[in-house]
T-cell receptor, first 117, second 117 residues
Framework: KAGVTQTPRYLIKTRGQQVTLSCSPI?????VSWYQQTPGQGLQFLFE???????NKGNFPGRFSGRQFSNSRSEMNVSTLELGDSALYLC????????????????FGNGTRLTVT | QKEVEQDPGPLSVPEGAIVSLNCTYS??????FMWYRQYSRKGPELLMY????GNKEDGRFTAQVDKSSKYISLFIRDSQPSDSATYLC?????????????????FGQGTILTVHP
């Protein structure tokens, strides 16, 4: 069974540009979450989608947005990039988005490494 | 004060040593506690999870929760070089009802562990 796939693996962008990252969840998984990982702040929750609806949102500015498609694939977009947006962006999927998913943990992809210059 | 605090280390131990990794948390509503392991250039993977207080053992790994002290621990017995990774504690939102999403986790900073032969 294929794991969570994130594309691209590496990305270099310039300040002010925008970027779109893509995530394909494990087949059958309907919940997709996004996280930002930096050495200073660690892993921080960005947002979560379930059945094309945003269920939760972290404490990030409106420049960070996302969406989920009917096939559960998800994209996140960052507009007007800043140097501080340089990070590893991780996508995770789980079977369902309810409490019963306690036994269906988050499965993470290997991330997209974004560098903003 | 962060909701979840974890000493980032780094921690370096010889092969065969017992490793103790710890986190403290501030929200007494937290009920589920997870440990993730992240190898270099990979996404985090779930190691273990526990509910409420007590111990849970899985092979060489033991997870321990002390809710009275808001303290969680992960012990690794007979540590191996292959255990060298970053270990992250993670906690979903406090829940006393169904429908809580486990896509939103609060992570500790992560402890970098190196086990040398």
């Amino acid at each position: 069974k294929a794991g969570v796939t994130q594309t691209p693996r590496y990305l270099i962008k310039t300040r002010g540009q925008q970027v779109t990252l893509s995530c394909s969840p494990i087949s059958g998984h309907r919940s997709v979450s996004w996280y930002q990982q930096t050495p200073g702040q660690g892993l921080q929750f960005l947002f979560e989608y379930f059945s094309e609806t945003q269920r939760n949102k972290g404490n990030f500015p409106g420049r960070f947005s996302g969406r989920q498609f009917s096939n559960s694939r998800s994209e996140m977009n960052v507009s007007t990039l800043e140097l501080g947006d340089s990070a590893l962006y991780l996508c995770a999927s789980s079977l369902v988005g309810q409490r019963s998913s306690y036994n269906s943990p988050l499965h993470f992809g290997n991330g997209t490494r974004l560098t903003v210059t | 004060q962060k909701e979840v605090e974890q000493d980032p280390g780094p921690l370096s131990v010889p092969e065969g040593a017992i490793v103790s990794l710890n986190c403290t948390y501030s929200n007494s509503a937290f009920q589920y506690f997870m440990w993730y392991r992240q190898y270099s250039r990979k996404g985090p993977e779930l190691l273990m999870y526990t509910y409420s207080s007590g111990n849970k053992e899985d092979g060489r790994f033991t997870a321990q929760v002390d809710k009275s002290s808001k303290y969680i621990s992960l012990f690794i017995r007979d540590s191996q070089p292959s255990d060298s990774a970053t270990y992250l504690c993670a906690i979903p939102p406090g829940s006393n009802a169904g429908g809580t999403s486990y896509g939103k986790l609060t992570f500790g900073q992560g402890t970098i562990l190196t086990v040398h032969p």
